[in-house]
C-alpha cells in the first residue's frame, strides 16, 4: 500500500496563499481516491477536499469552497491543495489520506480513508 508524505505547511499572514503537497510511495497511486483533513487544537478531525482516482471530480468543505483547489498527478504520485485567502480559523494541522476505490468514486469522511500522512502544520496569523 501507499505511504503518505506531506509537506509546504507554514506561517502565512491572513490573506496570504499556501500549496500543500502531498506524495505517495510504495503503492499503484492512481488506485486510490484521496483526500484532506485538518485538525486544530481542542477540535475535531474535519473534512477538507477529496479527489477521485482520476482527478476528475473534486469535493469541498463549505468552509473553504471558492478558496482551495485539489488537483493530483498520477504520473508524479503526487496530490497539491491550494488554498488562498487564508483566515486564521484555517490554522490546523493538515493531513493527507488515500483510500483504495472504484472509479469517480468521492470519500468525505474520514472513517473511509485507511491510509494516513502525518501532517503538516499551517499556521495563519492575524
Known amino acids: 500500500q501507499v505511504q503518505l508524505e506531506e509537506s509546504g505547511g507554514r506561517r502565512v499572514q491572513a490573506g496570504g496563499s499556501l500549496r500543500l503537497s502531498c506524495a505517495a510511495s510504495?503503492?499503484?497511486?492512481?488506485?486510490?481516491?484521496m483526500g484532506w483533513f485538518r485538525q486544530a487544537p481542542g477540535k475535531e478531525r474535519e473534512f477538507v477536499a477529496a479527489?477521485?482516482?482520476?482527478?476528475?471530480?473534486?469535493s469541498y468543505a463549505e468552509s473553504m469552497k471558492g478558496r482551495i483547489t485539489f488537483s493530483r498527478d498520477n504520473v508524479k504520485n503526487i496530490v497539491l491543495l491550494e488554498m488562498n485567502r487564508l483566515k486564521p480559523e484555517d490554522t490546523a494541522v493538515y493531513y493527507c489520506?488515500?483510500?483504495?476505490?472504484?472509479?469517480?468514486?468521492?470519500?468525505?469522511?474520514?472513517?473511509?480513508?485507511?491510509?494516513w500522512g502525518q501532517g503538516t502544520q499551517v499556521t495563519v496569523s492575524s
Open positions: 479527489i477521485t482516482r482520476s482527478g476528475g471530480r473534486t
Open positions: 489520506a488515500a483510500a483504495l476505490s472504484l472509479p469517480q468514486v468521492l470519500f468525505l469522511n474520514a472513517a473511509d480513508y485507511t491510509i
Open positions: 510504495g503503492g499503484p497511486f492512481s488506485n486510490y481516491a
